[in-house]
């Protein structure tokens, strides 16, 4: 391929550009061998509407980050990276966005998909249209078992019940003495699933131990005071959630308010997800919170990580939840498996050989090393810990910090049976 | 004018971009819907905001007779909706047909809520908030399965859409333009009069909602396979909202308001969703803008009627 005077001059601004500004120079697109010169096109479905939205805004802003960082840089292979949005909504309405994204801006690779329930759409739709999808979070069993057997181009997110394992683990090492457990989960299946599975992962570790309250209130719903009170009057010993957006944050209000966690403990499996939300007058020392992926505040934390919190904040006021690095690793796993599969290949790779190359692969993410197992299921650390007002913030942390791998803790073939893998597996040996 | 977006229809496969082929399922089935509908509300002047209950029936009927019961034929498929759209509607159209304006409408939005509230609940029996999976329905006997499901949505599963679609309008023009929809239609400008006349009100408003009902839930089993997944989503009230707008967008007034309706409807959400992520906003005011400006929608425009005009139909 014969390179014009001006696309030379092009590169070598490029090249100098990336040196001015702290990165590697780069070679353009057109001194690679066999690599197009437009942009690689990545299609991106954050949710924009209801009690999701954040969690979709944080995973885009976690892909917005990294794409400014690898243009700056130069691009994939020497070639800009392009972000094309489209929503995540309902199944069907999220399913039309997909393959707009597909067959009419004609991606490269799409991102994204938070509910189980529109995963469980896209994954059959990701294999007819031989669209590579990773996806970004929101699997629970029937997602495990049903979206994708045998994916080919499919790459779905970590099971959803390893937080409630997490937090079953962590209740069963903290808080030996429980014997009596209430659970409130939200109305669907994500609630259920997690509710079910810490009851399971618990009984291994203290058979005894027994549910005297379930409550499952509606997604979205903002008025907990008859639930407390029903806690109140069952008298657990401690109370789980699996709460994950604003309602933990109206749950945790509505229960201080009648001192709720000064007569039991609580496991929020997921709370961390609205972090900062958790203000200390009103979020007591002493509970179990899990960050799912991401723990902002990790004493281990790398640079990328130091500096896009640092970034985050002085972006947008706040500290960055877990679903940023959702949305980081997935878009960052395609650059390594693109750039992977170009070494073997030549030349820029076809979606089947950046599938195959991506099985298996590991890179470095916002919150540490993190891969793809080559089942297509994510894998990575889950962070969870005991709430602490010892910081500089005006919300809880955690400290001490578990880090839980999904080797241990999430079941290892999709077609094991969850409840089976439990209990050949908890009480995990050393 | 009619031919000529027949001859459209018929020949988009073959120019139109796929992706634009397959936007044009969704249109069909909604058509099918709204045909429906509009017997309620544009002939009879009855305001349904739970008509996604039976959309949902039909969606789940394919469901669970592909993924239950190994049932692939969609002419089955579509007779089973109907029928079980018509068995529902027969009890809860008799409740709701006994009140009238935001009576009926908020009667019809709790029954619709219930079916919602009832497919969310009893997760082990309709999947919950994921739904059930439908598997591709075989056509006329064929079962296609060998074909990829882009081809197969895009060419047969069209031409199949299109041809129920065809055949629903054809059926509902012979009901509209028939003595039993001219009994509607004097029920709705003067129920008073209608009566004295013989007529007998809550029966005729009666069998406008099985007919509509059975209309939605043809039209919801059609909704299913290009997805391949139904989820309670489709009953929720926010969809019985939607295809509400969609009349009030083509116009309530005109036989084929609605279908207008939905294909703009349809095509602009594309559009708006891909540009502005505030998309909800703009159909918002748009909605508003209708209701004040042009309550005849999109044909009340093309036929210059005044919205006064309209208001009284």
């Known amino acids: ?430 | 004018m009619l031919g000529v977006a027949a001859a459209a229809v018929l020949a988009l496969p073959l120019a139109a971009p796929v992706y634009h082929v397959l936007l044009m399922l969704p249109f069909m089935a909604y058509a099918v819907i709204l045909l429906g509908l509009n017997l309620l509300f544009g002939y009879t002047g009855l305001v349904s905001f739970g008509h996604a209950l039976f959309m949902g029936i039909g969606a789940y009927t394919g469901a669970v007779l592909t993924t239950h019961f190994g049932v692939r034929s969609l002419e089955l498929i579509l007779l089973t909706a109907a029928a079980l759209g018509a068995l529902v509607a027969a009890p809860v159209g008799a409740l709701c047909v006994r009140y009238v304006k935001i009576y009926f409408s908020m009667l019809t939005l709790a029954f619709g809520m219930l079916f919602y509230t009832f497919l969310l609940k009893f997760y082990r029996l309709t999947g919950g908030d994921e739904g059930i999976r439908v598997l591709r329905p075989s056509l006329l006997g064929f079962d296609l399965e060998a074909l990829a499901k882009i081809d197969y949505l895009a060419g047969p599963y069209y031409y199949y859409s299109l041809g129920v679609l065809a055949l629903a309008a054809l059926v509902m023009w012979r009901i509209v333009h028939s003595a039993f929809g001219l009994c509607l239609r004097s029920i709705r400008d003067n129920p008073a009069k209608a009566e004295a006349l013989g007529i007998s009100i809550a029966r005729y408003r009666w069998y406008a909602f099985v007919i509509s009902a059975v209309y939605a839930a043809a039209g919801g089993a059609l909704l299913g396979p290009p997805t391949g997944n139904v989820d309670p989503t489709l009953a929720y009230w926010t969809h019985s909202g939607n295809i509400v707008f969609m009349t009030l967008l083509g116009g309530f007034a005109s036989f084929f308001g609605p279908v207008l309706g939905a294909f703009v409807f349809i095509f602009l959400q594309d559009t708006v969703m891909s540009v502005v992520p505030y998309w909800r906003l703009v159909f918002g005011a748009l909605l508003a803008f209708l209701v004040i400006f042009a309550p005849g929608g999109l044909m009340g425009l093309f036929a210059g009627r005044r919205p006064g005009e309209v208001s009284r139909v």
């Open chain 1, 1 to 430: 391929m014969e390179t014009s005077r001006r696309e030379f001059l092009k590169g070598v601004g490029v090249a100098a550009a990336g040196s001015a500004v702290g990165f590697p120079a780069v070679v353009s697109a057109q001194a690679r061998k066999g690599v197009p010169s437009g942009p690689v096109k990545i299609g991106v479905m954050p949710i924009r509407a209801g009690v999701a939205a954040p969690v979709g805004a944080a995973g885009q802003r976690g892909v917005e980050w990294w794409a400014e960082r690898v243009n700056k840089a130069g691009g994939i292979l020497g070639r800009k990276v392009e972000l094309v949005f489209e929503e995540e909504s309902n199944p069907k309405d999220t399913l039309e966005r997909f393959r707009k994204l597909a067959l009419q801006a004609k991606v490269d690779v799409i991102v994204g998909g938070i509910s189980t329930a529109v995963g469980l759409a896209l994954g059959p739709a990701a294999e007819e249209l031989k669209m590579l999808w990773l996806s970004w979070d929101g699997t629970t069993q029937k997602g495990v078992e049903e979206t994708m057997p045998n994916p080919t181009y499919a790459f779905r997110s970590v099971d959803n019940e390893v937080e409630a394992i997490g937090g079953a683990l962590l209740t069963a090492k903290y808080f030996k003495g429980v014997k009596t457990i209430a659970g409130i989960n939200n109305d669907y299946s994500y609630g259920h699933d997690c509710w079910e599975t810490y009851q399971a992962v618990l009984k291994r570790y203290t058979p005894g131990v027994k549910s005297v309250l379930e409550l499952f209130p509606k997604l979205g719903v903002t008025d907990f005071t008859s639930h407390i009170a029903a806690i109140q009057q069952a008298k657990p010993d401690l109370l789980m959630t699996s709460f994950w957006s604003g309602d933990t944050t109206i749950l945790m209000k509505q229960a201080a308010a009648v001192g709720l966690f000064k007569t039991m403990k609580a496991c929020f499996t997921t709370g961390g997800g609205v972090h900062d939300s958790l203000k200390k007058e009103f979020t007591p020392e002493g509970l179990i919170l899990g960050y799912n992926s991401m723990y902002f505040n990790h004493a281990g934390a790398s640079p990328l990580l130091k500096q896009f919190v640092r970034e985050y904040k002085a972006k947008y006021g706040e500290y960055p939840p877990y679903e940023c690095d959702h949305g980081y690793f997935t878009v960052e796993s395609y650059k390594a498996g693109v750039e992977k599969a170009y070494k073997a290949a030549g030349e820029w790779p076809s979606k089947e050989q950046v599938a195959k190359a991506l099985e298996g692969i590991e890179v470095e993410s916002l919150s540490g090393k993190r891969s793809w197992r080559a089942d297509h299921v994510q894998m990575c650390n889950f962070f969870q810990g005991i709430t602490t007002h010892k910081n500089a913030f005006d919300f809880v942390t955690i400290d001490p910090v578990e880090v839980l791998p999904t080797a241990k803790i999430m079941k290892p073939t999709t077609s094991t049976k969850l409840l089976d893998w439990i209990n050949a597996t908890f009480p995990l040996k050393g």
